[in-house]
């Protein structure tokens, strides 16, 4: 449980919300930790995608949101990434990517990022 908490305020000091810069690169490596831990979802229907996606007009709906929502929201901004930089710093910026994690967080307990986050360079997420 101990490790949960570290991970998870780690996690919350790297993606807080607000017009400050966030480090090189931990965008990337956010969404790499989500992939390596089978939290992103590689294949769904982009038509929940278009039903859900007011979810992330601001971090307050995500409260409602279930696991599946989630986990869908972060796969989809982490492929539009790939197409539109900067999708993810905004949503950072606007404290939805935070709250995201933080409700799957709430809904799982997502073990296997807190294990990666531990491994993981602490300095570099």
């Known amino acids: 449980m101990q490790a949960s908490v570290s991970c998870q305020n780690h996690i ?10 966030c480090e090189p690169g931990l965008l990337r490596q956010v969404v790499e930790l989500l992939e390596h831990t089978g939290i992103l979802i590689e294949e769904f229907d982009w038509q929940d995608w278009y039903r859900n996606q007011h979810l992330l007009d601001c971090p307050e709906r995500i409260a409602d949101a279930n696991a599946q929502q989630c986990r ?12 539109s930089h900067g999708v993810l710093a905004h ?9 995201l994690l933080e409700r799957l967080w709430q809904l799982e307990a997502m073990p296997q990022l807190a294990l990666a986050v531990e491994v993981s360079d602490p300095v570099s997420l």
Not at 12 to 21: F, Y
Not at 72 to 83: G, I, M, P
Not at 91 to 99: F, I, K, S
């Open 12 to 21: 919350r000091d790297a993606l807080a919300a607000g017009e400050h810069g």
């Open 72 to 83: 869908q929201l972060l796969s989809a901004l982490a492929r539009l990434e790939r197409f």
């Open 91 to 99: 949503m950072r910026r606007r404290g939805v990517l935070l709250a």
